[in-house]
């Protein structure tokens, strides 16, 4: 069998619970594996198959190739994680050896995660023209995932009906690994998408945040162009998306938050995920810096 029935194999099993943008990462993360294949071996993977490669140590001379094309350890770690569940895959199908076994990868090298202050929200949250429809949508789109910890994806999906006003609680469905949690939700966010509701007449059923140039539900890069725009007009050189959730998660551990609920509250699966943000909140209580505190419903109604 070729590497690349294998490879459609794999990508149809994961299809059963993988979200589509999950599968879309799989497919640009594992190109780059097979192009190394493809050099090595000398032809393409539609030719390939792992009985070319013998016993030849793939995975650790896979990492030593990128470590050779000078590529920083964090996105060598980022690229192995799905090439090793993909070879996994191989493995507990018998498809081909063990290539895992006893390969380590080279230590994170990324830089420590600096969350928002205090006085960055506020610089931040002048960038929002509220007397304008863009405006309002940015502000709540911004403070959602703030304020509630929600990822990229499930702001983009999020749809009126699924906020429980009467109860704050926010139901996240269909997310990463398509699993749904719920969340909470301040008054002060809910009001803001009330009002933003109010002047903009949104369809209960469609997505709550629409492209106001096609009338469609937000793509991936027209956020990531948001967060752009936003890190250039506040001078915050590192704003980004997921920054948001880091500092949601590390907040509501300096304020006395639960790290069993700081799991639920942030949709991991596994409890080392979560467990890194212990790390962040004793650094910011040693520092005594001024990070952005959230909501006190997270400490009333989680107790």
Known sequence: MTIKQIYNMFLHCRSVYCSSETLRSY????????????????????????????????????????????????????????????????????????????????????HPKIVLYADEVKKIDLCFDMQTKKGRRNYCIFHLMLDCGLRSQEVRHLRYENIDQERNIIHILDSKGCKSRITLIPDFLIQEIENYVRLYAREPSSFLFLSLRTNKPMTRNSLKGLFTKLKKESGISRLHAHLLRHTFATSYLIGGGNLEFLRVFMGHSDYNVTKIYSQLAAEGKMLGVKIYQLDPIFFEKGY
């Open 27 to 110: 497919e640009g993360h594992l190109k780059i594996f097979f192009d190394y294949l493809e050099t090595v071996g000398g032809k393409n993977i539609d030719e390939l198959s792992f009985l070319d490669f013998g016993n030849t140590p793939l995975y650790s001379d896979f990492i030593i190739y990128l470590r050779k094309k000078e590529v920083k350890n964090v996105t060598i770690r980022s690229y192995c994680r799905i090439t090793k569940a993909f070879l996994r895959y191989c493995y507990q199908n018998d498809l081909c050896i063990d290539y895992l076994k006893g390969v380590r990868l080279p230590p994170d090298d990324s």
